[in-house]
């Protein structure tokens, strides 16, 4: 299980996740469920909600709870198991549309993949879905930060080609 957790300072992102909801759900289909806050009372899982419906104080109460900085939200949280910290997320801060939805879809793939080819046993299914999306969050994680690089990089050697040049 998963749980998507926002400040709700704005609707975008909310919107954006419940809509990607009935997608992820349809992908995963019975092997996982992204548990959504809900401002009556607990958390949905495979019940479609409006954006208004999200339970902003549960998800605020979440976040404060876990420590986690308003500059990584949007976020999903997963247990973590096996390390210091209860709780692992994936941020979805400073993504665009296209980004968040396809972060979704890769989290999908790595559920999807582990129900077919993992272990059976609950806990076990759940540890190996973390684990690798742990790695899979840290690989894009340093890829991003090579690219950066590379391109700071790049523009400093090439206003030091012009420079000198």
Same mark, same amino acid.
């Given at each position: 299980?998963?749980?998507?957790?926002?400040?709700?300072?704005?609707?975008?992102?909310?919107? /954006?996740?419940?809509?990607?909801?009935?997608?992820?759900?349809?992908?995963?289909? &019975?092997?996982?469920?992204? /548990? =959504?806050?809900?401002? *009556?009372?607990?958390?949905?899982?495979? =019940?479609?909600?409006? &954006? *208004?419906?999200?339970?902003?104080? /549960? &998800?605020?109460?979440? =976040?404060?709870?876990?420590?986690?900085?308003?500059?990584?939200?949007?976020?999903? /949280?997963?247990?973590?198991?096996?390390?210091?910290?209860?709780?692992?997320?994936? %941020?979805?801060?400073?993504?665009?549309?296209?980004?968040?939805?396809?972060? =979704?879809?890769?989290?999908?793939?790595?559920?999807?993949?582990?129900?077919?080819?993992?272990?059976?046993?609950?806990?076990?299914?759940?540890?190996?879905?973390?684990?690798?999306?742990?790695?899979?969050?840290?690989?894009?994680?340093?890829?991003?930060?090579?690219?950066? %690089?590379?391109?700071?990089?790049?523009?400093?050697?090439?206003?030091?080609?012009?420079?000198?040049?």
């Amino acid at each position: 299980m998963t749980l998507f957790l926002d400040s709700g300072y704005s609707n975008r992102n909310i919107s /954006l996740v419940l809509g990607a909801k009935d997608g992820f759900d349809a992908h995963v289909g &019975s092997s996982w469920h992204m /548990l =959504i806050p809900y401002r *009556r009372e607990g958390y949905v899982s495979n =019940i479609p909600i409006a &954006s *208004r419906d999200y339970g902003i104080l /549960l &998800s605020r109460a979440i =976040i404060d709870e876990q420590g986690i900085p308003s500059a990584e939200l949007p976020v999903i /949280l997963f247990e973590n198991f096996g390390d210091e910290s209860e709780y692992y997320y994936v %941020s979805l801060a400073n993504m665009s549309d296209d980004e968040i939805i396809r972060t =979704i879809e890769e989290l999908a793939d790595i559920v999807v993949h582990e129900s077919k080819n993992g272990r059976r046993a609950p806990d076990d299914f759940r540890e190996d879905v973390t684990s690798k999306i742990k790695a899979h969050t840290n690989k894009k994680r340093i890829l991003r930060f090579v690219k950066k %690089s590379t391109s700071t990089t790049l523009g400093v050697v090439g206003a030091a080609a012009g420079f000198f040049g």
